[in-house]
């Protein structure tokens, strides 16, 4: 008792803190190229708001598709632990070759360095993605009623980030030039790998290689993480392609994603009836929360355009970047987590704790009332010409954003690594981010629409109408997955056909 002592602070076990700091600097690399993104696309490269909109929707759609490969990988070859290092690397070089295309070469001609750095990041986040947030559900039990406290301070971690970078990349960049903004985005990766690396050993016996003879060739034959490396890095280019071609990746995605949730459909058949039942209800609430994360998302594409250009952004007399104001969500979140967190150990207490499905439908009906508050401000503003929308109802729509994405978010992370069977967690958190990747290509596309006749005002009442829809549909389907969840029924122990859903205990003859 007194060694697991000594490896826990503030209740939790002292590897979660190591993830989270890590986490930290790569969502502040990851949001400072984000903050940036379109407004670069837009005002340097002069590009019509539905091609920026558009590819950026590619990106990001690309980039939540490959944690699918990376978390099958590292379930299976290389490990958590060498995919975090890995991914981290690849990420970093992304961001500084986007660094030297805006610094250095930024003629049309070597826009190759760009697209480069683009490919290099959705290739690096693949590895890093799903593995970092499988490790963190590594520190805890079955049924250790800390799991999802534990998810939502990892997720004040990923806010921390993600509130730091738009201040600091986005207000350098958009001000001092757009390569500092790139430049300190791939620090910050840097960062975050001399953090995991250095205090690696918190994260005890988890997340090493399962099968290191074959990943470093002991017996005699081609180490496999030079097949891996060779292979990332010749993948590099064609995801990069397939971002400058980003009309491609409209059909292309769903077929790969057809292919994952078959091959799952296919994994589930080999297990128990209460396992499939609970890959069942990821699929569910996967499907729902591409809606949620299409219409969240906006806030890099749409929103970041609207806020730059309908918005009065003038604090205390000085006009603030656009971009800077993408931090309002994750100041939010780091103010708010603690007390969700606390929320849900004290309901649990109470036998009152909602569960994931009702948590998710609230969150959908939490954003589409974003949306509403929003066009609430566009009305105020009136018609007139030069009318700008007041910083209040933003920061309002934000705010019910905020409170939707941790009912979701933090939530979605501990149900995977939850409900996932142990051989199937990368794959499984794989396919959760698969819902990101829908997204984040829905979104690109709805966001392409504001450029159009349709505007702001009538795209965002359709989100109003199309998550409140999802939310009600979800709402009603509740019941019947909290059933399929088994929540009565912890796996990790030796089975019990007893134990089995639908089967009579065993009486003494």
Known sequence: MEAVARREFLGHPVGLFVLFFTELWERFSYYGMRALLQLFLVKAWLMADKDASTLYGAYNGLVYLTPLFGGMIADRYLGYRNAITFGGLMMAAGQFCMMAHSGWFSTK?????????????????????????????????????????????????INIGAFLAPLICGWIGETWGWHYGFMLAGSGMLLGLVVFQFSSAALESHGFSPKPDLLWGKNGGIPLIFVIILGSLLAAPAAAYLVKNNHIVDWAMPI?????????????????????????????LVIFSVTFWALFEQAGSSINLFTDRNVNRVVMGKEVPASVFQSVNALMIIVLAPLFSILWVQLRRMNANPSA???FALALLQIGLGFYILILGIKAAGPADGAKTALFWLVMMYLLHTT?????????????????????????????FLSSAFAHHLGGQIAALTGKEAGYEKVFMMLVYLSTA????????????RWLMSEDVDESKPKDPALVRGAKPATAS
């Open 109 to 157: 001609g070597e826009q190759w360095i760009f697209f480069a750095g683009l490919g290099l990041m959705i290739i690096g986040n693949g590895f890093f993605k799903p593995n970092i947030s499988a490790m963190v559900g590594k520190l805890y039990g079955f049924s250790d009623a800390r799991r999802d406290g534990a998810f939502t301070i990892f997720y004040m971690g």
């Open 256 to 284: 790969m994603a057809i292919g994952f949730v078959l091959f799952v459909i296919f994994e589930a058949m080999r297990c128990t009836p209460v396992e499939r039942g609970r890959i069942f209800v990821i699929l569910v």
């Open 357 to 359: 499905p009702l948590k």
């Open 404 to 432: 939707g994405e941790l009912c979701l978010s933090p939530v979605g992370l501990s149900m995977v690594t939850r409900l996932s069977p142990p051989r199937l967690v990368g794959l499984m958190m794989g396919i959760w």
């Open 470 to 481: 999802c939310g009600v549909v979800l709402l009603i389907l509740t019941p019947w997955l």
